[in-house]
């Protein structure tokens, strides 16, 4: 069992940065792989990226690339999420997600943070 809970979300401007932190408690914490996906209003839910529990592979969403970056501590039971040149199009929940090794290719995940909300305005 995993319980994760996300922090850092808030409301900033387009071009700022924004890094988002998801701290996870239970057990086998390192053996899973790591995502954040997100969901603005009236869309479905999108895989943002993801990192495997070595953090050697990182994958991300085409519209993140370059701007988003993922990584993890596994020491400190947390996963990131860096943000830069932030767009109002980013503005959604963003949940933290831990699953097995090819959790972001089934989008199968078996733990979910509950969320946290980043705003961008123009």
């Known amino acids: 069992q995993v319980q994760l809970v996300e922090f850092g979300g808030g409301l900033v401007q387009a071009g700022d940065s924004l890094r988002l932190s998801c701290a996870a408690s239970?057990?086998?914490?390192?053996?899973?792989?790591m995502a954040w996906l997100r969901q603005a209003p009236g869309k479905e839910r999108e895989f943002v990226a993801a990192?495997?529990?070595?953090?050697?592979?990182?994958y991300s969403a085409a519209s993140v690339k370059d701007r988003f970056t993922i990584s993890r501590d596994n020491a400190k039971k947390q996963i990131y999420l860096h943000m830069n040149s932030l767009k109002p199009e980013d503005t959604a929940v963003y949940y933290c997600?831990?699953?097995?090794?090819?959790?972001?290719?089934?989008?199968?995940?078996?733990?979910w943070g509950q969320g946290t909300q980043v705003t961008v305005s123009s």
């Open positions: 997600a831990a699953g097995g090794a090819y959790a972001y290719i089934k989008n199968e995940y078996a733990y």
């Open positions: 239970g057990r086998n914490f390192r053996n899973y792989t």
């Open positions: 990192i495997t529990w070595t953090g050697d592979n990182t």
